[in-house]
T-cell receptor, first 115, second 112 residues
Framework: DAMVIQNPRYQVTQFGKPVTLSCSQTLNHNVMYWYQQKSSQAPKLLFHYYDKDFNNEADTPDNFQSRRPNTSFCFLDIRSPGLGDAAMYLC??????????????FGPGTRLTVL | LAKTTQPISMDSYEGQEVNITCSHNNIATNDYITWYQQFPSQGPRFIIQGYKTKVTNEVASLFIPADRKSSTLSLPRVSLSDTAVYYCLVGDISGGYNKLIFGAGTRLAVHP
């Protein structure tokens, strides 16, 4: 089945140690999003790629970066994780030119723990 | 983007119909109303979307009055597996895709 895959599902890192979360999709969607969801809170959009064009949200900290080397893969880099960055990170995709352009497809998320 | 307001939590029992109302007083002409469902430790899942009047699919119904300042998600005959957080979102999708700005959501608990 076509899907959005996030690896790893659980990631533990140390305070200040760079970490990379990955997302891949077999849907061939051109738009990919990264969200941060802290415990008992709603998902918060960090940034998204429309094809190769990167779109950052105004309040996303500089500590968060993203790369999209091809259509299928997108990475979230946290350069110096702080304790406040512990959260679930969700990847989502949309096909802007398809019949379901109004729907985002989410992966299962990566839960990040910062020690 | 229009701000949405919905109840923080609701309780129901198996077999009942559940109606979750969302208010969006500042909805714009091009805005659509979308609902997502999220189970614990999973990503949100699209449920239903509408612009006006009533939309129904295999999962839920969405009622939107003429002034579009509110909407109601209706879940018929809920089961324990419907226990989740339900998010109401409002936004313009006419550009071919959308950014989702999530509100607080409604935490629905279905009891036996």
């Amino acid at each position: 089945d076509a899907m959005v895959i996030q690896n790893p599902r659980y990631q533990v890192t140390q305070f200040g140690k760079p970490v990379t979360l990955s997302c891949s999709q077999t849907l061939n969607h051109n738009v990919m999003y990264w969200y941060q969801q802290k415990s008992s809170q709603a998902p918060k959009l960090l940034f998204h790629y429309y094809d190769k064009d990167f779109n950052n949200e105004a309040d996303t900290p500089d500590n968060f970066q993203s790369r999209r080397p091809n259509t299928s893969f997108c990475f979230l880099d946290i350069r110096s994780p702080g304790l406040g960055d512990a959260a679930m990170y969700l990847c989502a995709t949309t096909d802007s030119g398809g019949p379901n352009y109004n729907e985002q497809f989410f992966g299962p998320g990566t839960r990040l723990t910062v020690l | 983007l229009a701000k949405t307001t919905q109840p923080i939590s609701m309780d129901s029992y198996e077999g009942q119909e559940v109606n979750i109302t969302c208010s969006h007083n500042n909805i714009a002409t091009n805005d659509y109303i979308t609902w997502y469902q999220q189970f614990p430790s999973q990503g949100p899942r699209f449920i239903i979307q509408g612009y006006k009047t009533k939309v129904t699919n295999e999962v839920a119904s969405l009622f939107i009055p003429a002034d579009r300042k509110s909407s109601t998600l209706s879940l018929p005959r809920v089961s324990l597996s419907d226990t989740a957080v339900y998010y109401c979102l409002v936004g313009d999708i006419s550009g071919g895709y959308n950014k989702l700005i999530f509100g607080a959501g409604t935490r629905l608990a279905v009891h036996p």
